[in-house]
């Protein structure tokens, strides 16, 4: 069923689990079904994600619909979200199209005026009742070979404080050393910044670059109030390493949903894992 991600953060958060965020590639049926699915299974509530670049080919109205029609044949609770939404103005076009939750990145901005700029947003979407998930400390990108290619920006306890006391977000994601994409060797990852700042917030957290990361680390990140943990490249990996593999061993039989077919069930098993280390099992 078709919700916003604020219940089932807050609930999270309490409970002290994470709920799966998981970038679905532009609106891929295969993968939105796969997530879904498994988390009907597992009755674990789930949140279908969208990074902007992945929704050019697609377009963004149509993961927005594919995921609704996808959210409404399962009974858990389903949060369409917008990941790293670069704008104002980008947030009110996917508010428009009728996502249920929002994130708005300005970490690359000084922290006044990140935060400036994030009150901003989360103005209208409290006028909405949609959340809206903010970022402070800039995350880096990393290549198919785990080479930096972005900043990386562990943030100061002290300024997230400065920051939530300009802005009020309803889930927060803090720069602690992760970044996206394949973490080459040993990550190192200052999960010391998330417990530091819990003294003075009661705000969900959330880590996003979870690819690669050590399950310890993640699990104790949740244990520090992190309610979403953010998974994408390790998910449209194994998309395509599927499909490569059906082909290989003629899962198709000639017809292109058969191939589908296959890719969904083998990433169904994967994503139940990624339920399993969230600790969301049987919370929906």
Known sequence: MLTTSYEMLKKAYKGRYAVPAINTQGGTYDIIRAICMAAEELQSPVILAHYVSTGEYSGHDWFYETAKWMAEKVSVPVAI????????????????LGFTSIMYDGSNYPVEENARRTEEVAKVCRAFHV???????????????????????????????????LCQPDSLAIGIGNAHGFYKGPVDIHVEV????????????????????????????????????????QVRCKYVEYLKQGLAEKKDGG??????????????????EIIRLAGSQGKA
């Not at 979200?81 to 508010?95: P, T, Y």
């Open 81 to 96: 979200h917008l990941d790293h939404g670069d704008s104002f103005e980008r947030c009110m076009e996917m508010l428009h």
């Open 131 to 165: 959340p809206l998930e903010a970022e402070i400390g800039e995350l880096a990108r990393l290549d198919d070979q785990g080479m930096q290619i972005g900043s990386s920006n562990i943030a100061d306890p002290e300024v997230v404080k400065q920051y939530l006391q």
């Open 255 to 272: 017809h292109a949903w058969k191939l589908s077919s296959y890719a969904e069930q083998c990433l169904r098993e994967d994503i139940k």
């Open 194 to 233: 998330l417990e530091e700042c819990r003294k003075f917030t009661e705000i969900p957290f959330v880590l996003h670059g979870c690819t690669g990361m050590d399950e310890s680390l993640i699990q104790r990140s949740i244990q520090s109030g992190v309610a979403k943990i953010n998974f994408g490249t």
